[in-house]
């Protein structure tokens, strides 16, 4: 890295940010509050609060949000005239999963072949540690030249949208000039990206009854209407023969126009087996970021242990769909419930419910704070230019904000690079991510307040 005082800075503040970071990641902070302690998300926001505080923050409060959950804001008032930038992280974390999967605990931050692993490492307890670093390198060198608003989200995992309605509600309380939204990745290690696009998502249950109970499948199977098998066919409606999403009515042949994602860097990222295909069609960048994809995330059937010669009378499934930019979550809702409503065969009875939506997000990177990123990028990255990529994932609240505040101008930028494996079994990050990245936002700070100087 340059020497420049604020990578110094940065640089002196590893250790105590590995530290920080082993604190937070200590909370189980699972906002399934059926599975986790709730006691940890309210430790884990108090972690966040405390630090704020700690930092100069005024009014820095828990906010109760519709879901349930509590969302952590906090106010640095910064010089006369200058700019507010809105901090975005959260704090809430996907379950460990298999914990035998894991090389070491998933809430004990252990560094490995120069990475730190634990569940929300990367995704994204690293990022309000991010966000941190970048203040205080700042504080250390001149101050921070803009105001600062820092918001935490509890519950980004669940797509409960709990933070999106009390920001609806409260509509003054997130006014930004400009967002950094700490909550996505670098295209690879060591390249520094924003992240221009965002898919939306749609959650259905569909649950499919046929009989009053399983039946012996002898006595009964080829007549009795088997639950299962209305509920296979049903789900395997939703792909063409190439594995693409076919949802009556929804468009699934749109084109990326921007970086592309050469597919063997995808088939090592996505750790595809030897010799299986990738499904779909099209680039790989028009299939998970132009493009919706459905998964079934889950299905509740009778399980192969203690399996009986039986008819299942009931089965159910869980149904995620991401919707592309450009594309209306509640519409593809509608057009999702329609199409399984519609292909269910034999008249089996079908019950549908819907447990979560968040809306896509496409980026005005010709906003002129991409010009004071990409040189903040430049700085700490030596050199490397800022590269501008898709992300199939969603970060529901980064619409709400586009809709609440449409002059602001948001950028994403974080620590979920290929290598995070975040959502997975032994999730990490990269210390040197952290630190270009945090590095990175500083300079945009000051960047983008000099820009805004009259
Ligand atoms: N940080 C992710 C979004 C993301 C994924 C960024 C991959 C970069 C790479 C975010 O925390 C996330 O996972 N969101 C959920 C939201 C959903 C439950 C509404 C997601 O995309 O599944
Ligand atoms: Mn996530």
Redesign the pocket.
């Known amino acids: 890295m340059s020497p420049n005082p604020i990578a110094e800075t940065v640089a002196a503040l590893m250790p105590r940010a590995k530290d920080e970071l082993a604190e937070l990641v200590a909370f189980p902070s699972v906002a399934d509050f059926d599975h986790f302690p709730r006691a940890a998300s309210e430790d884990a926001a108090g972690w966040v609060a405390d630090a704020l505080r700690a930092e100069g923050f005024e009014d820095v409060a828990l906010l109760d949000t519709p879901d349930g959950t509590q969302s952590v804001y906090g106010h640095l008032p910064g010089p006369a005239g200058a700019p507010t930038v809105l901090l975005y992280a959260?704090y809430d974390v996907?379950p460990p999963l298999d914990e035998s999967a894991w090389t070491t605990p998933p809430f004990e931050l252990t560094e490995r072949d120069g990475r730190w692993y634990g569940r929300g490492a990367a995704?994204?307890k690293g990022g309000v540690i991010m966000h941190l670093l970048a203040l205080r390198a700042l504080k250390a060198n001149g101050g921070v030249p803009v105001g600062v608003k820092f918001i935490a989200e509890g519950s980004?995992?669940?797509?409960t949208g709990g933070l999106e309605r009390y920001a609806r509600a409260n509509p003054g309380l997130l006014a930004a000039d400009a967002v950094v939204i700490g909550?996505?990745?670098n295209f690879r290690v060591g390249l520094p990206t924003v992240?221009a696009t965002?898919?939306g998502?749609t959650?259905l249950r569909i649950t499919v009854d046929t009989l009053e109970g399983n039946l012996h499948s002898g006595q009964f199977g080829g007549a009795a209407p088997d639950a299962l098998a209305a509920l296979i066919r049903v789900l395997d409606s939703l792909r063409a023969e190439d594995g693409s999403t076919t949802v009556d009515g929804l468009d699934a042949e749109a084109v990326w126009e921007g970086l592309e994602y050469p597919e063997a860097d995808f088939r090592a990222d996505a750790k595809v087996l030897d010799g299986v295909d990738l499904i779909g069609h099209g680039s790989v960048a028009d299939r998970i970021w132009a493009r919706p994809a459905v998964t079934v995330i889950g299905i509740d059937a009778v399980p192969v242990a203690g399996a009986t010669p039986s008819v299942p009378a009931s089965a159910r499934a869980q149904v995620?769909l991401?919707v592309p930019p450009g594309q209306d979550a509640g519409k593809a809702t509608e057009l999702l419930r329609a199409h399984l409503e519609a292909h269910v065969p034999w008249n089996a009875r079908v019950a549908i419910e819907q447990v979560?939506?968040?809306e896509a997000f496409r980026a005005d990177v010709t906003s002129p704070a991409y010009t004071s990123m990409a040189e903040a990028m430049r700085v700490a990255y030596s050199g490397e230019e800022m590269q501008v990529s898709g992300?199939?994932?969603?970060?529901?609240l980064t619409n709400a904000l586009a809709q609440l505040y449409p002059e602001a101008e948001i950028l994403l930028i974080?620590l979920?690079e290929p290598e995070a494996q975040?959502?997975a079994p032994n999730e990490s990050v990269s210390p040197d991510e952290l630190e270009r990245l945090s590095v990175a936002e500083a300079h945009f700070l000051v960047n983008y307040a000099r820009s805004r100087e009259v």
Do not use: F, K, Y
Not at 391 to 396: L, R
């Open positions: 959260h996907q995704d994204c980004e995992e669940q797509g909550d996505t990745g992240t965002l898919r998502m959650m995620s991401r979560g939506q968040g992300e199939g994932g969603s970060i529901p974080g979920s975040i959502h």
